[in-house]
């Protein structure tokens, strides 16, 4: 069976990686001719509205799937006139568009923060007049790691607002004073089957993931929550493959935040921590296979490696630690791999990472 993928980072060497050992193959179509996944299978560069690569591409694999959300569309569109593309493009078109998200949760009855479409210099201040700051004003499309967003603290950051983020569709959001972010990695196969990963708890540093850790005891009893969620959002949209759900806990509750249609970063301690990972349950379910255990195994925490590289020794040394670097060059707020660190106690993983911490510090 061989497998395409639209785009060749760090999501995607880690899928190929998932995959080899069930027999699989990959063929990676990307724009740059350096992405990491390069290093591990056969990457095509093309643009992705080359309708000769994607041709080519639909014609020598079995299936397609993609490694990042912004994607375009078309690209997936085109694809799956001719073969299996998973997750399905109207899930793509929907993630991409933060408004479409927002309505999607209110019409499934899931809570979300309050939120003003804004087009214009006098939307934004009406906008803010009605919700008040401190706000988060957000483009609607091409955002992640913090980008695309910009924190109002008060009515006259509305022009330095605009003008950072103006031009483009507008969302913005009060400012949720939530308790801790957290994620949920489901998956569903074609069939309708779906299972879910223990929620995790997520650590952000200007805009960027730096720590994932599960499971969180204090998390449990927000799980089944957390999964009748993430199930009506699966339903809804017909959904094949991983999807994160990302929440934040606001007064004991779960507020849906966006969702990613894709493995995702907070995913990646389960590679390490949890008896199927999520790349391999994301190849399973686009290709109808039964889904994978997602029991975790023991404790772990995911640490992100931003824009340095550590020594490889020293980490090593630390005991349960488990080093992926993605073959990709540092630069300042670059992910160039992550720590996963295990534990058989929640104590143990605790004095892990204290010693872990000053060593992957970027």
Known sequence: MRVGVLGGGQLGRMLALAG???GLRFVFLDPAPDVSAGQVAELRTAAYDDTDALARLARDVDVVT???????????????????????????????DRLAEKRLFEGLGIATAPFVRVDSERELAAALDGLGAPAVLKTRRLGYDGKGQFVLRSPEDA?????????????????????????????????GATAFYPLVENHHRDGILRLSRAP????????????????????ALGYVGVLAVEFFVEAGRLVANEI?????????????GAEVSQFENHLRAGLGWPLGATTPVGWSAMVNLIGTLPDTSAVLAVPGAHLHLYGKAPRPGRKLGHVT??????????????????????
């Open 66 to 96: 993609y490694e990042f959300e912004n994607v375009p569309v078309a690209a997936a569109r085109t694809l799956a006139e001719r073969v299996p593309v998973y997750p399905p493009p109207g899930a793509l078109e929907l993630a991409q």
């Open 159 to 191: 022009g330095p607002a605009w003008k950072a983020l103006g031009g483009s569709a507008l969302l913005l959001e009060p400012f949720v004073a939530f308790e801790r972010e957290v994620s949920l990695l489901a998956v569903r196969e074609p069939a």
């Open 216 to 235: 969180v005891p204090r998390l449990a009893a927000l799980q089944a929550e957390a999964e009748a969620k993430a199930a009506r959002i699966l339903a």
């Open 341 to 362: 660190l295990r534990a058989d106690a929640p104590e143990t993983l605790d004095a892990r990472l204290a010693v872990l911490g000053p060593l992957v510090a970027g």
């Open 260 to 272: 990613a249609p894709r493995v995702h970063n907070s995913g990646h301690w389960t590679i390490d």
């Open 20 to 22: 080899y050992p069930m």
